[in-house]
C-alpha cells in the first residue's frame, strides 16, 4: 500500500493467501516462514492455514512493518488490507462475569408485543421487571418458563433491539414491554410443538388471548414448517389462518422467513468464490420459503450478517466466515410468494456460519462461532448473554422497530393506528445499502428460466425492500413523513397530490422520497390467486387531466386492465422503483426515488412550485361476495436528505399539502419517545 497514513495505528487483522502447490507435507514449513517474518513483537499467525486448490488461506494480525514483511515474501499471493482492528479484550458479552447495567424506564404506556415460542426465562435480569402477562398454551412442560431458549433469545431483542450498542458502555434500556406465550417446549435441544394439538390452533389460542386480554396487536412468530416448501401455487392453511386474523383483528405479525439448517457446502479456490457461490445457491429449491412465511398479511423477515471476523483461537484449524457485513446469511431462505409477491418484505441480522477444516481440505460448518453470531440474551443462571443464528432472531429485530411505531403513532393521533398504517411506515423505513444492493444484484439465478433475470427481480427475492430502522421514531429536520388512510372502491383511483419543495431537490446532499403502500385484502384459501383484490400506486411528475378522465372512464366500467395504467404518457411518470409491476401482487410496497447530491431536476418541470402526484388503485382478482365494499390502505410518503443544510422542509411540506377529499390525513415528523 503506498499512502502509510490509511493503515490502522498499532495491530490489524488482514487475509493472506499463500501460494500452495497441494504437496501438504510443505503446509507446517511454510507456516513457520510465515511466523519468522511476523517475528516475535505481537504480530502473528491466527490460526492454522486452511487449505484449498492452489491456495492456502489465513489470518495474521500484523502493524506496518510486519504487513511489509509478509508482502516481501515470494509465497504470498494476496493480502487483504486492512482486515479490521484488532480488539484488545475478546468478545467477553457472554462471559459469565459480565455485569450489565440496566435502566428500565417502561411504564404502562410502553410498547407492547407478543412472543409466540419457547417460552421466556424471566429469571434473567433483563426481563425480570418488563414481561407484562404469561400463558403456556402448550401443555407439556406445565410451565411459562423457557426451558429450550429459543424465545428467551427471541424476547431479548424484541424488547431491546440491538445489544450491540451497549457492549462497550455496558448500558442496556429495554424499549417494549412483553407478553409471554408459550407455544412449544424443549425436545433434545429443539423447540417444538405438542403432537396433540395442530399449530395453527395453538397460535390463534395465544394471539387471540393477548389481543383480547392485553390488548396487543403486534405479535413475534419464528417458527415454521420446514416440511412444507412453497413451490407456488396455492397458499398453506397455516399462513392462511394468519392472514384471517392479521385483517379480523387488525394487528401486525412478524414471520421468520425460515432457515436450512445445513447448507450445501460448496467447493471454492477463493475467498470471493466461496462468498459468491453461498449467496448464489439462495436461489436452490431447498431455500424457498416455508409455512407460514407466504403469510400474505404478516411481515416476512430474512437474515444478514452483521459479523464477518470469526474468532481466531491458535493452532486451531482456520475459520472463512461466509458473508461479509449486510450480506445474506446462508442459511436463510428466500422468496417469492404466492402470485409472485415479494417474500421476505424485510431482512435484519441473524448472525453468520463459517466454513472450517477438520482435516486438511475436508470442510464442514462451524455454526457457533461466537464472533460471528447475533447476540442476544440466555435462559439460564450462568451466564445472561447468548448468541444465536437463523431468522428466528432477525424477525425480532423487525417486531421491535413495529411495536415502537405502534406506540408512537398512537401517542400522535391519539386513536389506535391501523395495521396497514403501521406496516406501511415499518416499510417505509426499510432501505439497503449500497453494498447490499450491488452484493444481491451481482447474484445469479441458475433455475431462471426465460430470456433474462433482470438484477432488480433477484435483488427483491433476496433481501425485499432491505433493513428496517427506527430513525421515523425521532426527531430530525432532514426527514419529513406525511400518512393518509382511506378505503378505496376498486372501480375508481384515488389521487394524492403531494408538493416536493425545490429547495429539497436543490440541495447539495444525497435526496431520496420513499413511497410506501400497505392494504388488507379478503383472502380465499380455496382459490389459487387467493387475494380477492390487488391495490398499487404509480407516481406522476405532472398528469394531464384529459388522461385521468378516459382511464376513470374505464375504471368504472370495469373494462380497465392492469396495462392502462402502465400506458400513461412515460414522459409524465417519476423515477422510482421498482416500477408498480413489480410489487402489485404483494400486501406491502415500497418504491423510491433516490438522487445524489446533483440530482433531483427531474421532478422540476416548471416555473411553479414542483409537485408529485400519487395515484392509488386496484383491482378484484376473481369475483366474491364482498367485492363491492371499499378496500381499507394506507399510505406513507417520506422525504429526507443527508446533510444539516436547513431548508425549513417540514414547515414547506406543511403549508402546502393539500390532499382534496381524502380524510384522515396527517402529516408528522419523526416521533421521539
Partial sequence: MDNPSL???????????????GDRSTIMETEAQLRQALGTQGSKLLGDLFEIPSLLLGR?????FTLNALLDLDII??????????????????????EPIIQNELDSSAPLATILDSGIFTGNPLLSDIVVAEEDFDHTENTTADLNGHGTGVAGIVAYGDFTVGMKSKVFKPLVRLCNGKIMHNDNGNPVFSIDKRPEQTIKEAIEYFYKEYGCRVFNLSAGDSDHLYCGGRQFAWAEMLDQLSRDLDIVIIVSAGNVEDPNIVEFSSRDELLEKCRDQLFYPEHRLIDPATSALSVTVGAITRFDEPEAIPNRSGRISVGKKDYMSVFTRIGKGVNKAIKPELVDYGGNFA????????????????????????????KIFKGWCGTSFSAPH?????????????????EKPSANLIRAILVNSARCTD????????????????????????RLRLIGFGKAN?????????????FAEDSLELRSFHLYKIPVPKEFLKVKAEKSIAISLAYNPITRLSRKDYLTNNLWFEVFRKIDERDLILYKAKKESGEDSEEDLENLPDENKAAFLPGYRDLSKSTLQQRIWRKGPRGGSDLLWDENEPYIYILVTGKERFKYAEQEAPQDYALAITFSYG????????????????IKDRHRVRTRTQVKR
Avoid: C
Avoid at 495474521?60 to 506496518?64: D, R, T
Avoid at 482435516?359 to 435462559?379: S, V
Avoid at 423487525?398 to 391519539?414: M, N, P
Avoid at 444492493?437 to 439465478?445: G, K
Fill in 77 to 98: 499471493a494476496s493480502v487483504e488490507l486492512p482486515y479490521s482492528n484488532v480488539v484488545t479484550e475478546p468478545y467477553e458479552l457472554y462471559k459469565w462475569d459480565y
Fill in 643 to 658: 446533510s444539516r443544510d436547513d431548508i425549513e422542509l417540514y414547515n414547506k411540506l406543511r403549508q402546502n399539502v393539500r
Fill in 7 to 21: 493503515f490502522p495505528e498499532g495491530l490489524f487483522v488482514v487475509n493472506i493467501d499463500v501460494w500452495f502447490n
Fill in 398 to 414: 423487525v417486531t421491535h422497530i413495529a411495536a415502537r411505531i405502534e406506540r408512537a403513532l398512537q401517542e400522535q393521533i391519539k
Fill in 470 to 482: 427506527d430513525s421515523l421514531l425521532y426527531s430530525d429536520d432532514n426527514h419529513v413523513t406525511l
Fill in 355 to 382: 466454513v472450517t477444516q477438520f482435516m486438511r481440505g475436508q470442510t464442514r460448518w462451524l455454526k457457533t462461532d461466537q464472533k460471528l453470531l447475533e447476540p442476544t440474551l440466555h435462559n439460564g443462571n450462568d
Fill in 435 to 458: 453494498e447490499m444492493l450491488s452484493w444481491a444484484e451481482a447474484s445469479t439465478d441458475v433455475f431462471h428460466k426465460g430470456k433474462n433475470n433482470p438484477k432488480q427481480e433477484r
Fill in 60 to 64: 495474521a494480525s500484523v502493524n506496518e
